[in-house]
C-alpha cells in the first residue's frame, strides 16, 4: 500500500481523531497518548508539532491517499546521548499488516541519518507488541535487550524491549 510521510497540518484533525482514538493504540503508546482521543487532544497534539523545534524532534504524518492515518517521530537526546534518537510511531488500524510501519520507520532513519549527525535510533516497543516489534526488525533495528518488568500500563506490570539501528 502507497503512502508518505509529510509534515502534520491543522486539517489533519479530524483524521487524528479517527484513527487515533482506538484502545489497541493507545494500550501499546506511552501514557501521554490519550483515550479516548478527542478533538482537543488531535488539536493540542497538531500545535505541538506545528511549533516542535526540528533539531530536538521530527514528526510526520503517515499519509494514505491524502488522510493522515498514523505518525512517526523522532526524538533527538542531550548530553552524552547526544549521538542517539528515539523513534515512536503508531498507524490506524485498518492499515496494520501492510508494510506501512515498517517502510515508515526505515524512511524516517533514513532521513534522520541523511541530515543529523546521529549514529544511533533506538525504540522500546513493549515487548508483547509482536507486530511493533516485527516492524523494527523488518526496518533493520536489531533486538539490544528486555527490560523485565519496566512498565506500568492500565494497573499492569510488563517487559519492554530495547531495539537499535546503527549508521551503517
Partial sequence: MEFTLRKWAGEDAPALVKYASNKKIADNLRDGFPHPYTINDAWAFLQATLNADEAKSLYRAIDVGGEAVGSAGIFFKDNVYRKSAEIGYWLGEPFWGNGIATAAIRLMCEEVFKRRDIV?????????????????????FELEGVLRQSIYKNGVIFDSCIYAKLRT
Avoid: D, F, K, V
Wanted: proline letters at 5%; charged letters at 15%; a positive charge.
Fill in 120 to 140: 544511533r535510533i533506538y525504540a522500546e516497543p513493549y515487548a508483547h507488541n509482536a507486530a511493533s516489534c516485527r516492524a523494527l526488525t523488518n526496518a533493520g
